[in-house]
């Protein structure tokens, strides 16, 4: 194989028979990044968490090769158990021990990651006092500690989970859908935690969910399935900027762009982001100069047209050339893929439109984005 | 303690020590069974789980019946026991206990294997992403979290052998303490028109399993708090 020795290879077949009549097979070849956030996303039913399960040890493929970093956890031969594997695995709902108290949940990880490691090199109490802290701190559970799993919230029972699954140490941190069994004021709770944990911790998380919203604010990496089938691979930005791709997005198709904060301006509270196809204002928020973010451009809200007007409320005007044109599956709509130096944006127009204004492949034009989301 | 004679208080001394032995046996053979049933996919789950429960509804001279004859000198497994240089079981104190742990195994088996059912794969699939190997897991999940199952069976196995009398008498006979129970010295007394000592023996019996079941569910009760679900 030609793997980089840092990569995640994986390969799974697997029939399934589940409790609807109809079996699920998954067959999967991919090969994720060994640093960063991937996301595995699909509808539900897709195998998004089955995927996530045999990389975990937890279900066996029938066919399954698997690489970490260069070690086998499965091939023909061989099969890892699951507690043997140097992972951290965060479940849906709560998965906290009901018989311990938050603290006791952190420390049954503690001892057994000591234990892992006292083999190799004697990890010093300090240090893991000092992870102890450094985590906790992070996932703001210091002050409920000392409670059990039902006194504490949903959203603290999962910031809980999180703390347990990075104390255990692990060399690869696997996530399914952390945060679907909570609702919207809890999620907003708990995304920062995690954009803390890619921040300050150096650790390839596999992270699967079907959110959009949450894909495009943490993923580096993205893989769409669909009923068990890779459809689509590859970079969050090159993923989510194909128009051809069997993944219907719908109203949420669009896409992420990184770039940097050059300039804020305090009057109108807004902020200048440049990247590599041009700059785009978008609502201040909060962050100091030079800071790196991501925005979101959702293809329904760009508008094209042949000339640039500057007397339209629009605050963002880009200079695009048409890439692709793309049917929508919705028959009055197109996808129109739109390239602009090496960055690429969706819109989304009618047909009509796009017949009126004679817009075809290779036409520069000018893209009127009505609204852009900081989502990071 | 007029009302009790000596004999009568050898045989309650026996009771508590055969009930002891069968119980502590049966949770230490009975945990794996248990286990292994709540946990197979198995097709033998099915025939497995028939004969433990077997016991359940097989009049207790029928048990005793094919005990008497298996651990006889011409049965299987009298002639291993002798092979053995053990001799035969029948009318011994370890005959009534296997005889005895056949009979309360049903009571045993069945609230341990409810109790980790009841638990599901997820506790056990966290614990292992923790780097908890399968003994661990036992102790550090399954001990804890099915503990009200493993308290009823330890009750309902203890009671029931303090309870019964068709086994023993089948296999046990009754030979003063070795294998004259309370349950036997209750029959003999009556046998013998002793009406008064009868009537102290059955009263303490009364008591004790009233006492006792009341008990298991005043403890039942109570647990849905302790182990309430998140």
Known sequence: MDDQPNSIRAQFRLQQHRTTNQPFALDVDINLPGNGISAIFGHSGSGKTTLLRCIAGLEKADQGFLTVKGETWQNNRCFLPTHKRPIGYVFQESSLFPHLTAQGNLDYAVKRANKKSASKQSTSK??????????????????????????????????????????????????????????????????????????????????????????????????????????????????????????????????????????????????????????????????????????????????????????????????????????????????????????????????????????????????????????? | MSYFSDADLSALGLTLQLATTVTLLLLLIGTPVAWWLARTQSWLKGPVSAIVALPLVLPPTVLGFYLLIAMGPNGPIGQFTESLGLGTLPFTFWGLVIGSMLYSMPFVIQPIQNAIEALGDRPLEVAATLRAGPVDRFFTVILPLAKPGFITATILGFAHTVGEFGVVLMIGGNIPGETRVVSVQIYDHVESLEYVQAHALAGLMIAFSFVTLLGLYWFQRKQPLITSKV
């Open chain 1, 126 to 376: 300090q240090s893991t006092r000092a992870l102890f802290e450094r985590v906790t701190t992070i996932m703001g559970i210091t002050p409920i500690l000392n409670q059990y799993p039902h006194q504490l919230s949903g959203g603290e029972r999962q910031r809980v989970a999180i703390a347990r699954a990075l104390l255990i140490q692990p060399e690869i941190l696997l996530m399914d859908e952390p945060l679907a069994s909570l609702d919207m004021a809890r999620k907003q709770e708990i995304l920062p935690y995690l954009e803390r944990l890619r921040e300050g911790f150096d650790l390839p998380i596999i992270y699967v969910s079907h959110a959009m919203d949450e894909i495009a604010r943490l993923a580096d990496h993205a893989i769409a399935l669909d009923e068990g089938k890779v459809i689509a691979q590859g970079t969050l930005q090159d993923v989510f900027s194909q128009v051809d791709s069997p993944i219907h997005f719908g109203e949420d198709t669009g896409v992420v762009i990184s770039g940097q904060v050059t300039e804020r301006d305090t009057r109108w509270h807004l902020s200048k982001i440049a990247f590599d196809g041009g700059c785009l204002w978008v609502k201040d928020g909060g962050d100091a100069l030079n800071q790196k973010v991501r925005v979101r451009v959702l293809a329904r809200d760009i508008s094209l047209a042949k000339s640039c007007h500057h007397d339209s409320s629009i605050l963002n005007r880009l200079e695009v050339t048409v890439a692709e044109i793309h049917q929508d599956q919705d028959p009055c709509m197109a996808l129109v893929r739109l390239k602009s130096n090496s960055i690429y944006f969706i819109a989304r127009i009618t047909q009509r439109s796009l017949h009126q204004l004679k817009i075809s492949e290779g036409n520069t034009i000018w893209a009127q984005i009505k609204s852009v989301a900081l989502v990071r």
